[in-house]
């Protein structure tokens, strides 16, 4: 199968609320503009570097997500563009976003990182740092910055009862969070859970954006 037609096996695939993120870190350009082609709109990197030329070389209506750690030092090469970074994991990244994106005069949309993974490999907020966050005076106060859902991974494991345990709890954070601090605001609705290996696991959990790297363009 061609990229063009994995594409189309996961549009199928996916529920209509489920949207499809096109990992293409390490991938070139060619094989994006497959995807391209095939309709694929949202694609996303984990390099600033290799975001910002593929940015400049590629069709300006792509979408590009950051999925990446993201340095606080690089984030005003990726602000005048980018349109979610899904994996902010501290206030004093969300109070630089915030900074830079009032300079560009743009919004940003950003989710929180949550850590639910058992290894310690992997970044991200546990729930009282989470809260801590959503309860801070710069959280209160973003003007340029929306808060639109949280993200997390979970572990690298065959085990797929410890997978389920992790997105369920994931998703039980979400909507603790929604509850207590974005009950009026719809905007806090992005779930960003499950890759090649857990996607179908995370979808039955509630997942909204599926980041999907693998098994749309092969192996790294
Ligand atoms: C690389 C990566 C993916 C995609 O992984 P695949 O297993 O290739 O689908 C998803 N999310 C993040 C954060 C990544 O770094």
């Not at 899904?86 to 989710?111: F, M, P, W, Y």
């Not at 709890?169 to 009026?184: G, M, V």
């Not at 992005?190 to 954006?209: C, K, P, W």
Request: one cysteine or more; proline letters at 2%; hydrophobic letters at 40%.
């Amino acid at each position: 199968m061609n990229i063009a037609h994995r594409i189309q096996t996961f549009r199928t695939e996916l529920p209509s609320h489920v949207q499809l993120v096109a990992v293409s870190k390490t991938k070139p350009e060619n094989q994006i503009l497959e995807a391209y082609t095939a309709g694929q709109r949202i694609f996303a990197e984990n390099k600033v570097q290799e975001l910002i030329d593929k940015y400049e070389h590629l069709p300006k209506d792509i979408e590009w997500h950051y999925i990446g750690h993201l340095q606080r030092n690089k984030v005003k090469f990726i602000i005048p563009f980018v349109r979610l970074i899904h994996g902010v994991d501290s206030l004093r990244l969300l109070e630089k976003i915030e900074e830079e994106a009032q300079k560009c005069n743009r919004t940003v949309d950003c989710l929180l990182q949550i850590h639910i993974a058992k290894e310690d490999t992997k970044f991200g907020l546990d729930t009282n740092e989470l809260a801590q966050l959503l309860e801070s005076e710069i959280f209160k106060n973003l003007k340029n910055t929306r808060i639109t859902g949280l993200m997390g991974m979970a572990t690298y494991t065959d085990v797929e009862t410890q997978i389920h345990a992790e997105f369920a709890e994931l998703a039980s954070i979400f909507k603790d969070a929604k509850e207590k601090y974005f009950a009026l605001n719809d905007m806090f609705c992005e779930l960003s859970m499950g890759m090649s290996g857990d996607y179908r696991i995370a979808v039955q959990h509630g997942s909204t954006l599926v980041r999907i790297g693998s098994s749309l363009f092969g192996g790294r």
